[in-house]
């Protein structure tokens, strides 16, 4: 069955780094999105992309986020200067084109823990 | 904007009976997608079971149905004859139209042998 692929799987930065989160999304969807879950807390939605721009973003998703599709395969979360209250779990998913009664597929995470 | 409400922070369950894990939701749309995830301990999340809203059937996975109560706004996941493998968190999930997850609080699922 296909997968999302997210690396790392764990990632420690200091605080004020730059950190990129990779995906690689299934290869026929067109819709991207990145989640974030702090622990012990619900999952919440950042960002959403089609057609290489931003569908729609969150108030999470401030000016130190971003997001790219630098190829064909590629999807990545960029943040650019760390905060501790940026230790979460990062999902990445990825849908197909039509409707969403199939929901998404998820990646398996990425933990970042900034110290 | 849409809410997904999960009451039960907590809930266990002896091995091979049955538990139900409420959820409750607001929307003004007509038309919508729910859905139940399953978070292991290792976070993946896994889909479970989904319900589309125009539809009047309960979606049913082998071991696992929803009662869905539209005009309540209610969508409970039933889980029978558990298992040890279903301890996890369970969240429930509303699919907006813009293809957005609203996820619940969640609910942790302990099984107890």
């Known amino acids: 069955e296909p997968e999302v692929t997210q690396t790392p799987s764990h990632q420690v930065t200091q605080m004020g780094q730059e950190v990129i989160l990779r995906c690689v999304p299934i290869s026929n969807h067109l819709y991207f999105y990145w989640y974030r879950q702090i622990l012990g807390q619900k999952v919440e939605f950042l960002v959403s992309?089609?057609?290489?721009?931003?569908?729609?973003k969150s108030e999470i998703f401030d000016d130190q986020f971003s997001v790219e599709r630098p190829d064909g395969s590629n999807f990545t979360l960029k943040i650019r200067s760390t905060k501790l209250e940026d230790s979460a779990m990062y999902f990445c998913a990825s849908k197909e084109a039509g409707t969403g009664k199939y929901g998404y597929t998820f990646g398996s995470g990425t933990r970042l823990t900034v110290v | 904007a849409q809410t997904v409400t999960q009451s039960q922070p907590e809930m266990s369950v002896q091995e091979a009976e049955t538990v139900t894990l409420s959820c409750t939701y607001d929307?003004?749309?007509?038309?919508?997608?729910l859905f139940w995830y399953k978070q292991p301990p290792s976070r993946q999340m896994i889909l479970v079971i989904r319900?589309?809203?125009?539809?009047?059937q309960n979606a049913t996975e082998n071991r696992f149905s929803v009662n869905f109560q539209k005009a309540a706004k209610s969508f409970s996941l039933k889980i029978s004859d558990s298992q040890l493998g279903d301890a996890a968190m369970y969240f429930c999930a509303y699919l907006t139209g813009t293809y957005k997850y609203i996820f619940g609080t969640g609910t942790r699922l302990k099984v107890l042998a």
């Open positions: 929307t003004s749309e007509s038309d919508y997608y």
């Open positions: 992309f089609y057609n290489n721009e931003i569908s729609e």
């Open positions: 319900q589309e809203a125009y539809k009047q």
